[in-house]
């Protein structure tokens, strides 16, 4: 398990190193409102920047051990933020009302070369249906149950994103 703090407001502007201010100008106040939507959103793009690169880092990693061991590595936020869209910012608001960009945030997962025969065949097929669907963290739980094997009343086929390739394959 790895923290990333990742784009986490309103401190975007701590939230990655010097080197990764890239887009500019920035927002460097934790008073967010006081900020222009440009600053804000360059602010949170570093963010993004710095976290793609800590992922790539991460994976290049996993991929230099795979020689022996089976690795993989899954990346999700555990919420999406507002940036002042209809007023609304960060990820305050009740699942209830709040807005899609807040709870619907994309997943990234990696799987080894070196996984088991059995499941090999889902890296093409979800290469492929990577380029037609959306996943997100709703579809962590199931499909983590469902690559594991373990069975419970709780797993949902239908939130497994690998599902699709299990039936083709």
Same mark, same amino acid.
């Given at each position: 398990m790895?923290?990333t703090?990742?784009?986490h407001? *309103?401190?975007?502007?701590?939230r990655?190193p010097?080197a990764f201010r890239?887009?500019t *100008?920035?927002?460097?106040?934790?008073?967010?409102?006081?900020? =222009?939507?440009?600053q804000?959103t360059n602010?949170?793009?570093?963010?993004?920047l710095y976290?793609d690169?800590?992922?790539d880092?991460?994976i290049?990693l996993?991929q230099?051990?795979?020689?022996?061991?089976? =690795?993989s590595?899954?990346y999700l @936020?555990d919420?999406g933020?507002?940036?002042?869209?209809?007023g609304?910012?960060?990820?305050?608001? *009740?699942y209830s009302?709040?807005?899609? =960009?807040?709870k619907?945030?994309?997943?990234?997962?990696w799987?080894?070369r070196r996984?088991?025969?059995?499941?090999?065949?889902?890296?093409?097929?979800?290469q492929?249906r990577a380029?037609?669907?959306?996943?997100?963290?709703?579809n962590?739980?199931? =499909?983590?149950?469902?690559?594991?094997?373990? @069975?419970?009343?709780?797993?949902?086929?239908a939130?497994?994103?690998?599902?699709?390739c299990?039936?083709?394959?």
């Amino acid at each position: 398990m790895l923290h990333t703090i990742g784009s986490h407001g *309103p401190t975007y502007y701590n939230r990655y190193p010097a080197a990764f201010r890239k887009f500019t *100008p920035t927002c460097d106040t934790n008073e967010i409102q006081g900020c =222009t939507r440009e600053q804000l959103t360059n602010t949170y793009d570093n963010t993004i920047l710095y976290v793609d690169y800590v992922v790539d880092k991460a994976i290049k990693l996993l991929q230099s051990k795979q020689d022996k061991f089976t =690795t993989s590595l899954v990346y999700l @936020s555990d919420h999406g933020e507002s940036l002042g869209e209809d007023g609304v910012y960060l990820h305050v608001l *009740p699942y209830s009302i709040a807005p899609d =960009t807040q709870k619907h945030v994309p997943m990234a997962l990696w799987l080894s070369r070196r996984l088991p025969a059995a499941l090999r065949y889902f890296a093409h097929c979800l290469q492929q249906r990577a380029q037609k669907e959306n996943y997100s963290q709703d579809n962590l739980f199931s =499909t983590l149950l469902g690559l594991l094997g373990v @069975s419970t009343r709780e797993y949902q086929a239908a939130d497994d994103i690998l599902t699709p390739c299990r039936e083709a394959g």
